[in-house]
């Protein structure tokens, strides 16, 4: 039952200007880096790439998630971590900071529900790796539940676009807790689970036993429901796999190969994955073999083009894609080829998010 001081503190809030993404400077992505001093912050930046805010981050930063109506990011530590916070964009501060329940482990990623009331985030149990999707009502950023994420190791979350139903990249990998060595790469089952608001698994998509050793990481969602994943192998380097994977529900996954002679290129990484705005593009990229790879929305290899420690992609406002790579540069990708947009003193981590 609710008391008078929590009736009290709602009428206050809901009688405060509510504050929009304006009030941040209306950025187009956020972004963890580390500055020349060593310091971490989450970076806002404009649709060229430009910085809008800089917020400090106790330890290094992996992805974000970006509240869907509020100008709230939730950062998320480099994975396996035990902080993620709750930062407002408007004011510079932190709001909350979210600590997994004992014996978790936060992956790196998450996700809000299509009204922005729910926070999913992707966690393991620290002694198995089991995976687990937690559940945080974001009127307090409080714990509500959790549930099975389908798999061992899961990674990236997301949301399918016009629902509520998620989909989990689940790496496959069981890793030591303490030193995040792999102890399962002779029996690793990554996948794609389908899972819906409340858990229950809906569809889920194995990869054929010869890629089983290609860990299902990141993720990029086209309108028409295409799941779009980018893989890392684990398997013999001298075996060049395919690192980009398409998956529509009800039919099996497809893995896309590049062009024949850069088979290598990409070293066996894909680091992070996106899809542009029309659903035509797709960009993969490779901070192990500082390269982004393009393909076509059906899969088909496009082009290759060299960019130094590149991995954080993000469709861009006008088309084709922002890059980010650990040197300190924004660029804009097309099919013409790379272009620097920024130059800046931030070694950008993994990961661009754009902010819908």
Not at 238 to 248: F, I
Request: with cysteine; hydrophobic share 40%.
């Amino acid at each position: 039952m609710a008391t008078r001081r929590h009736v009290l503190a709602g009428l206050l809030a809901s009688s405060l200007p509510r504050l929009s993404w304006a009030d941040a400077g209306s950025p187009t992505f956020v972004a963890a880096a580390r500055d020349a001093t060593n310091a971490f912050a989450l970076h806002g930046l404009s649709a060229e790439g430009a910085p809008l805010f800089a917020i400090p981050l106790p330890a290094r930063g992996h992805a974000a998630a970006a509240h869907p109506l509020r100008p709230e990011v939730v950062a998320f530590a480099r994975r396996p971590g035990a902080y993620a916070l709750v930062i407002g964009c408007a004011s510079g501060t932190v709001l909350a900071r979210l600590t997994p329940p004992e014996g978790r482990q936060f992956n790196g990623h998450g996700a809000f529900s299509q009204d922005g009331s729910r926070l999913y985030t992707s966690e393991v149990v620290a002694e198995t790796s089991e995976g687990r999707v937690g559940l945080w009502d974001t009127r307090g950023y409080l714990r509500i539940g959790e549930f099975a994420s389908g798999g061992i190791g899961p990674h990236e979350l997301r949301r399918l676009p016009g629902s509520e139903l998620l989909v989990v990249a689940n790496g496959g990998i069981r890793t030591d807790p303490e030193d995040r060595s792999k102890l399962n790469l002779d029996a690793m089952r990554p996948n794609l689970s389908y899972l819906a608001p409340e858990g229950e698994l809906l569809e889920q998509v194995e990869l054929e036993p010869e890629y089983a050793q290609n860990s299902i990481r990141h993720l990029a969602l086209a309108e028409d429901g295409t799941v779009a994943f980018a893989m890392q192998w684990e398997g013999d380097p001298a075996d060049p796999v395919p690192l980009l994977g398409l998956h529509r529900r009800g039919s099996p996954a497809r893995l896309c190969p590049p062009a024949e002679t850069e088979a290598y290129a990409m070293k066996g990484y894909a680091g992070s994955i996106a899809i542009d705005a029309a659903g035509e593009r797709l960009a993969l990229t490779s901070p192990r073999g500082s390269v982004v790879q393009l393909f076509a929305g059906d899969g088909t290899p496009l082009a290759t083009h060299p960019r130094q420690d590149a991995c954080g992609v993000a469709a861009a406002a006008g088309g084709g894609f922002i890059v980010t790579d650990g040197g300190g540069a924004v660029s804009h990708l097309t099919d013409a080829g790379m272009r620097p947009l920024q130059t800046t003193a931030a070694a950008w981590d993994n990961h661009l998010v754009r902010i819908a």
